[in-house]
């Protein structure tokens, strides 16, 4: 009733801009304060899935609170990936359908706690490392690949990005393998694990090969330092 209200509030006071953020947020903090419920009032299985639940709104509301932070400018609706893409809805959906067949048809899967405690680790650690590679980023990071360099670009090089050449997606494609884990979904910890990958890997040699176009030799000695971070991934080649 609450998040009705607050969403009338926002539709009558608010112009379009403000009401299209407020009405995400409410969304989101809703959907975090359903999962807190599930989380804490249902059987482990169950609350598995309020945890889940947590760990997604979470995750989106503070995509778009890190824009906020560290770049505004570039501060949209869309900086909360609510409609990131396609195949990001089909993927979870179909997370969503094999956990509830799974507590049909064999709930004991379900009840790995140690496993799903390593899969909510896991989320914890990804976020905390994307979320600190967008602030170090600051106005250079942005959720879309740049393709003309801006003139207050800059290449950074420092904290985390001492660690590894995308930490932003490292702590991503890490934290995406953890909500599955958390679900004890194993199909889907298979699948999101490949898909994961591949997206990585195509938009990592696309994003560098501007990377090098925009800053030339000091990437490539970047690229000779530090490796990307993600497993068997090499990026773009100069050869190439």
């Known amino acids: 009733m ?130 600190t590679a967008m602030i170090t980023g600051s106005t250079n990071f942005d959720h879309i690949v740049q393709t003309e360099k801006n003139t207050k670009h800059e290449l950074v090089t420092h904290g985390i990005y001492s660690l590894c050449r995308h930490p932003s997606y490292v702590g991503w494609f890490y934290w995406a393998i953890g909500t599955q884990v958390l679900l004890l979904n194993p199909l889907c910890t298979v699948c999101y694990t490949i898909v994961s990958w591949q997206f990585f890997n195509v938009r990592i040699h696309h994003e560098e090969h501007t990377l090098l176009y925009f800053f030339g030799r000091d990437y490539l000695d970047y690229q000779k330092r530090v490796g990307t971070g993600l497993p068997g991934i090499k990026g773009f080649s100069i050869q190439e």
Do not use: D
């Open 2 to 131: 609450f998040s009705v209200l607050l969403g009338i509030y926002l539709r009558l006071f608010c112009n379009e801009l403000l009401y299209e953020i407020g009405i995400r947020s409410v969304f989101l903090g809703t959907i975090f304060a359903i999962g807190l419920l599930v989380a804490v009032n249902s059987s482990w299985e169950m609350s598995l899935f309020g945890v889940y639940m947590c760990v997604m709104s979470f995750f989106h509301y503070s995509e778009f609170l890190a824009i906020a932070w560290c770049n505004p400018r570039t501060l949209s609706t869309s900086s909360f990936l609510l409609n990131h893409s396609v195949q990001y809805n089909i993927a979870a959906v179909a997370s969503w359908l094999e956990f509830a067949l799974e507590i049909y048809i064999a709930p004991s899967i379900k009840r790995y706690y140690l496993v799903s405690s390593l899969g909510f680790l896991l989320c914890v650690i990804g976020e905390i490392f994307r979320k």
